[in-house]
């Protein structure tokens, strides 16, 4: 596959809504925005609590805990599981899986109280051809650049760089699901798909 | 390799690798269109992917949100800054 030259690397960095880099070799801090920062990060990007009640982001954290934790307490005792990568991450074979409730348009939506089904994407999936179904948290962004949430075109790009060896040909999307006892057999029939493809990577994106 | 937006549930999960990003929920990648700042995040994961020496770490990244400005990433086969150094506390 041919790699990107520099020059198409610095045009893809750039970005259709306009210059986003520095030149430095440090990441340049803004001036204070304390104030707006902690606005942004109390009170926007709210979202529906039920359908209805629109909560602020603290408060979305503080449910989401709520209703994490005592499972995890449960289900994640004994042993991390533990797969160290046996190739450079340039030979490696890469899936994608988000919890953001993404799936094709053309695919029937996870249902927004709760679902314990699974999507799958294929590699070649263009931002057109996706869409978000989930209310739990603002999707506003997402649905306007769908990587922040599913970075498959963003994977796309490095496989075209060779920073990764390959993207898999198939990749899962996961709705709001609160309950992960529900979730197991489709996290189950995942993971299998998943081993089944040689995949040496896999990297979780939540909503 | 997972990214995580709550710290406690990242640590709660026990899973093999994670990084924790203080963003709001629907952005573990970042802003709309800022694909320097999408590339960071992927570096940072790639890198804990090749160099995390043990099962468990949650590793919280330092980005501020919509106060940072992202350098490109020029060279993707040396591990991140943000990551070399997290690992080597």
């Given at each position: 596959m041919d790699t990107l030259n520099q020059q198409q690397i610095d045009s893809i960095e750039q970005g259709p809504l306009g210059r986003t880099t520095n030149r430095d070799d440090k990441p340049a801090r803004t001036h204070t925005g304390r104030l707006k920062e902690f606005f942004e990060r109390k009170f926007s990007n709210s979202a529906v609590l039920f359908g209805v009640v629109p909560i602020g982001t603290s408060l979305g954290r503080w449910v989401s805990k709520i209703i994490a934790l005592p499972q995890l307490r449960k289900l994640a005792t004994g042993e991390v599981p533990w797969a160290p990568l046996r190739k450079p991450v340039s030979e490696s074979t890469v899936v994608l899986l988000s919890t953001g409730g993404v799936h094709l348009r053309?695919?029937?939506?996870?249902?927004?109280?709760?679902?314990?089904?699974?999507?799958?994407?294929?590699?070649?999936?263009?931002?057109?051809?996706?869409?978000?179904?989930?209310?739990?948290?603002?999707?506003?962004?997402?649905?306007?650049?769908?990587?922040?949430?599913?970075?498959?075109?963003?994977?796309?790009?490095?496989?075209?760089?060779?920073?990764?060896?390959?993207l898999a040909e198939e990749h899962y999307g996961f709705g709001l699901m609160g309950s992960a006892k529900r979730l197991m057999p489709s996290i189950k029939e995942v993971a299998r798909r998943i081993r089944k493809s040689g995949v040496d990577l896999a990297l979780l994106v939540p909503a | 390799m997972a990214l995580a937006l709550v710290k406690e549930v990242a640590v709660a999960a026990n899973a093999p690798r994670f990084l924790y990003l203080h963003w709001p929920f629907g952005h573990a990648l970042g802003e709309p269109g800022n694909l320097a700042q999408q590339r960071t995040v992927l570096h940072d994961m790639l890198s804990m992917a090749a160099l995390a020496p043990r099962p468990g770490l949650v590793i919280e990244l330092p980005y501020r949100w919509r106060r940072e400005s992202y350098p490109s990433v020029r060279d993707w086969a040396t591990p991140s800054e943000a990551v070399v150094s997290a690992v080597s506390l």
């Open positions: 053309s695919d029937r939506p996870f249902n927004l109280n709760g679902d314990p089904t699974f999507r799958m994407i294929p590699k070649d999936a263009l931002q057109a051809d996706l869409t978000i179904s989930h209310q739990a948290y603002d999707k506003t962004d997402a649905l306007r650049d769908i990587n922040l949430v599913f970075p498959i075109e963003r994977l796309r790009e490095l496989e075209a760089e060779c920073v990764i060896g390959r | -």
